[in-house]
């Protein structure tokens, strides 16, 4: 285990709701394994409880379960639950649904059938229809886990009682990211259980579908937590300014500053065809450049100013790509 901050030896300590705060490499999600595995070996945990970790992402959660196969033995890690979001709201809504719903075991809603039942609908009204098909039908929208979930909670105190037993430690991932129906659920959960929250305070990915920069400060408000702020500290690229211009991107202070370990290239977005052959050529370049300089420890970033950008590029990079020479 490297030296760890006073910060993180604190946090280790701490009992009762945490919110830990800080960017991509500063070690939140690394020192939240860790009080996992302190808890999980100190005996607090009775006979069939886990400690839960939930995040956004199923590569997320596999990043984070081969991490903690680093970190956590083999016996401690079998306490150790991890699911996304959705995923552990579909084992709730699968296993108890008829408490909502007593028609018959409740049935997902595929997209292509989603897609057809609510093509004439306007998207005002959808979260409506999408309520009607579950309370009429018994048809789960994937938009409604995580409400359903909740509800179902709400509903049944006794339900409640024991998902909490099961789980009286529960690690939230990617926290700024939840929207009201997920931050709901976590809400419910947290009336029993503990909850360590993980959060980056700059980063909101999943802002388009309801996350709120206010729901930090909301978790604050309603379960006053331990805090620690770990921006800045860098586990990644420790002792380089790396995660400096980062955080400055986000601010836009990077244009006016120069970093000794980061180089920017801007590219040039052409109209017609070849739209985006500028920032291809750059890509390519820098990546022969990094590979040929000899240093292992290298990444590469790609700033992009739109989400459908990101996409075609996310998509090129995926793809194998032919040359017409070896070059």
Same mark, same amino acid.
Not at 132 to 158: P, V, Y
Not at 228 to 243: C, K, P, V, Y
């Given at each position: +285990? ?20 800080? %960017?991509? /490499? =500063? ?6 394994? *860790? #009080? ?93 229809? +999408? ?7 018994? @048809? @789960? ?7 359903? /979930? ?34 709901? @659920? ?6 029993? =259980? ?44 420790? %002792? ?19 970093? #000794? ?12 065809? /070849? ?8 890509? *390519? #370049? %820098? ?19 739109? #989400?459908?950008? +990101? ?5 090129? @990079? ?10």
């Amino acid at each position: +285990m490297p030296d760890l901050s006073p910060d993180k030896k604190r946090l280790l300590d701490t009992e009762g709701h945490i919110l830990a705060l800080g %960017g991509p /490499g =500063s070690g939140k999600t690394y020192i939240a394994l *860790i #009080k996992a595995d302190r808890e999980i070996r100190s005996g607090k945990l009775l006979g069939g409880q886990s400690i839960l970790f939930l995040s956004f992402a199923r590569t997320t959660i596999a990043r984070v379960a081969q991490q903690a196969g680093t970190l956590i033995s083999g016996a401690e890690r079998k306490a150790l639950e991890m699911n996304t979001y959705h995923g552990f709201a579909w084992n709730l809504l699968r296993s108890h649904g008829y408490l909502l719903y007593a028609g018959g075991p409740i049935r997902l809603l595929p997209p292509p059938e989603a897609a057809s039942r609510l093509a004439e609908t306007d998207s005002s009204a959808r979260p409506a229809e +999408m309520r009607r098909l579950f309370d009429q039908e018994g @048809l @789960l929208h994937f938009d409604l886990f995580a409400k359903m /979930g909740a509800e179902l909670l709400s509903k049944s105190q006794a339900l409640a009682r024991i998902v909490s037993d099961a789980y009286p430690v529960i690690l939230v991932d990617e926290f700024q990211d939840t929207n009201s129906d997920e931050w709901q @659920l976590i809400r419910t959960l947290g009336k029993r =259980s503990r909850l360590i929250a993980l959060a980056d305070a700059d980063q909101r990915i999943y802002e388009f579908r309801g996350a709120d920069p206010k729901r930090i400060d909301e978790f604050i408000t309603t379960y006053s937590p331990t805090q620690f702020d770990f921006g800045l500290e860098n586990n990644r690229s420790n %002792g380089t300014d790396i995660a400096i211009f980062g955080n400055d991107l986000l601010t836009g202070a990077n244009k006016i500053k120069k970093y #000794k370990d980061v180089s920017a290239i801007p590219y040039q977005v052409r109209k017609g065809i /070849g739209i985006h052959l500028d920032l291809k050529l750059a890509v *390519i #370049k %820098g990546y022969q450049r990094l590979r040929s300089s000899g240093n292992v420890k290298w990444s590469l970033a790609i700033h992009v100013p739109t #989400k459908r950008l +990101m996409l075609a590029v996310s998509d090129y @990079l995926a793809a194998e790509q032919q040359f017409s020479t070896a070059n």
